[in-house]
């Protein structure tokens, strides 16, 4: 199986638990070396980082590839 994986993806979005105009997004690197917590964005955010830099929802198993 071919596995190419990304260096940049959403983890999860979930509802604000305190806006509900807003969401959590999840989104890590596999070059961060101390991974960031989840941030608090509005959906605009989460639109734009996904249509201008192409950023998508992160594979099952990210970073590691599948193993079968």
């Known amino acids: ?3 190419d994986s990304i260096d940049l993806c959403i983890r999860s979005i979930t509802p604000s638990e305190t806006n509900p105009e ?3 997004v ?3 690197s596999r070059y961060d070396p ?3 917590k989840p941030l608090e964005v509005s959906l605009t955010v989460v639109d ?3 249509e201008r830099y ?3 929802m992160c594979p099952p ?3 590691t ?3 079968e």
């Open 54 to 56: 192409n950023v998508v």
């Open 65 to 67: 590839p599948p193993t």
């Open 34 to 36: 101390s991974p960031q």
């Open 1 to 3: 199986m071919d596995y």
């Open 48 to 50: 734009f980082i996904q």
């Open 61 to 63: 198993g990210w970073p």
């Open 26 to 28: 999840d989104m890590p």
């Open 22 to 24: 807003r969401v959590v």
